[in-house]
C-alpha cells in the first residue's frame, strides 16, 4: 500500500511539475520545489526523468539578484503532447489541434447535418483516427457541445440547438477510440479560458456569462467547472427577470434570454433603428442582466465576474449593468466594479475545450 501511494504522489507531482510549466513557460528547478512545495530531490527525479524523455528542456541560465550562481531554466516541448478539440454546431464540426501552450497547430471546419447523430458521430471518428495517423502525441480530445452534458459519462442529456436528446456520446466515441476524451457544454468549456487570461483572478473562483442566441453561464472554482447534481448548473437564460415579459420557448415569462438574446435583439433593430432607440434598448438589456449578477453575488460570492456579450462595445449596456451595482454596492459584499470584466473579445469555445481536455490530464 505505501509503494502504490507513493507511486500515485509522484504521478501527482509529475503532472503538477507539467501544468507549471505549461503556465509559467519557464522556471528553475529552485522555483518549481518552492511552488509545489516538495523537496529538492523529488523535484530533481522528476525533471532529469523529463528531459531524458524529451518533455523538458534545458534553455539557458537565469542570473540570480543578487550574488551567487546562474541557475538552469527549465522548459517545456509543447509539440509532445497536442490535444483534439471540437465544437459542435447545427451546421457544422469546427476542430483543431493544439499544442501543450494552447497554440493552434491546425485549424479546419467540416459542414454537416449535426441532427443525424450517426453522421455527426462518424465524422468526428474520422476526424480523430486520421490525426491520430499524423500525430504521435494527441493526449485526448476535447469535445464542446451546445446543451446539457453529463460530464461522468459524456452523455448529451439535451441540446435543443442539435435536436439531441439522451445521445450518449462518449459511448459511441468509447467503442471505437483508446484516447481519452472529455465532452462538456460549450460555454462552460469557453469559460475555462479565464484560467489563461485572467490568472490572477482564476486561482480563486469567478462566474462566467455568454451571450448569444442563447444565454449560458458556468462557475469556475479552482480550475474546476462546476456542473450541480444534474448538470444544468449555469441555466441563467431561463431565470425570469420579467415576470410580465414576452412568453420564452421554456414555457415561462421574461426569461432573460427571451428579453436580451441575439436573436432577440436582432428582431428588434429590424423594427427600430435610431441610436438612441438603441442606447435605451441596451440600457434596458443591462438592468436585466444586473437582476441575475445580483443573485449570483449573493449565492456564490464569486471573486469576480465576466460577460462575453455582443453589447460589450455600447457603452450604454456597460454603464447599465455597473450603475445597477454600483447603486446596490452595500449589497454586493466587497465585489467592486475592477471585479466585473466585460470582455472584448469573446473566449474560444475551440481553446476551451482543447484546455478542458488538458486540465483533465494533469488532474
Known amino acids: 500500500m505505501t509503494s502504490r501511494g507513493t507511486g500515485i504522489l509522484r504521478e501527482q507531482n509529475e503532472k503538477r511539475v507539467l501544468s507549471l510549466l505549461r503556465k509559467k513557460k519557464e522556471m528553475t528547478r529552485k522555483e518549481l520545489m518552492e511552488s509545489l512545495k516538495v523537496s529538492k530531490n523529488t523535484v530533481s527525479i522528476i525533471v532529469d526523468q523529463y528531459i531524458k524523455q524529451g518533455v523538458i528542456q534545458e534553455i539557458g541560465r537565469k542570473q540570480p539578484n543578487k550574488a551567487g550562481r546562474p541557475t538552469v531554466l527549465l522548459k517545456l516541448n509543447p509539440a509532445l503532447f497536442e490535444t483534439i478539440s471540437m465544437v459542435i454546431h447545427p451546421d457544422s464540426i469546427e476542430w483543431?489541434?493544439?499544442?501543450?501552450?494552447?497554440?493552434?497547430?491546425?485549424?479546419?471546419?467540416?459542414?454537416?447535418?449535426?441532427?443525424?447523430?450517426?453522421?455527426?458521430?462518424?465524422?468526428?471518428?474520422?476526424?480523430?483516427?486520421?490525426?491520430?495517423?499524423?500525430?504521435?502525441?494527441?493526449?485526448?480530445?476535447?469535445?464542446?457541445?451546445?446543451?446539457?452534458?453529463?460530464?461522468?459519462?459524456?452523455s448529451v442529456i439535451s441540446s435543443v440547438k442539435l435536436d439531441w436528446k439522451n445521445v450518449p456520446l462518449g459511448s459511441y466515441l468509447k467503442q471505437s477510440i483508446s484516447l481519452p476524451f472529455y465532452i462538456q457544454n460549450n460555454v462552460k468549456v469557453a469559460a475555462l479560458c479565464a484560467i489563461e487570461e485572467q490568472d490572477e483572478h482564476a486561482q480563486t473562483s469567478f462566474f462566467y456569462i455568454r451571450i448569444g442566441e442563447g444565454i449560458g453561464a458556468a462557475f469556475v472554482m479552482n480550475s474546476q467547472i462546476w456542473d450541480g447534481e444534474t448538470s444544468t448548473a449555469g441555466e441563467i437564460g431561463h431565470l425570469s427577470v420579467n415576470p410580465d415579459g414576452p412568453e420564452c420557448r421554456c414555457g415561462q415569462k421574461g426569461c432573460l434570454e427571451r428579453l436580451i438574446g441575439q436573436k432577440t435583439f436582432l428582431e428588434w433593430t429590424k423594427k427600430n433603428g435610431t441610436v438612441y432607440e438603441m442606447q435605451l434598448e441596451l440600457t434596458k438589456y443591462g438592468e436585466y442582466l444586473s437582476i441575475p449578477i445580483m443573485n449570483i453575488i449573493h449565492l456564490l460570492n464569486p471573486s469576480h465576474i465576466i460577460i462575453d456579450s455582443p453589447y460589450n462595445d455600447y457603452d450604454s449596456f456597460t454603464d447599465s449593468v455597473t450603475r445597477v451595482l454600483e447603486e446596490r454596492s452595500r449589497l454586493t459584499h466587497g465585489l467592486g466594479q475592477e471585479d466585473l470584466i466585460f470582455n472584448e473579445e469573446p473566449y474560444s469555445e475551440l481553446e476551451g475545450a482543447a484546455l478542458a481536455m488538458i486540465l483533465s490530464y494533469e488532474e
Not at 485549424?107 to 465524422?123: G, I, M, W
Not at 486520421?130 to 485526448?140: A, H
Open 96 to 154: 483543431s489541434v493544439y499544442n501543450y501552450f494552447l497554440e493552434p497547430l491546425q485549424t479546419e471546419t467540416v459542414f454537416l447535418d449535426t441532427s443525424d447523430v450517426q453522421t455527426c458521430v462518424n465524422q468526428m471518428l474520422d476526424i480523430i483516427e486520421e490525426e491520430q495517423k499524423n500525430r504521435k502525441n494527441v493526449i485526448g480530445v476535447g469535445i464542446a457541445v451546445p446543451g446539457i452534458v453529463d460530464t461522468s459519462n459524456g
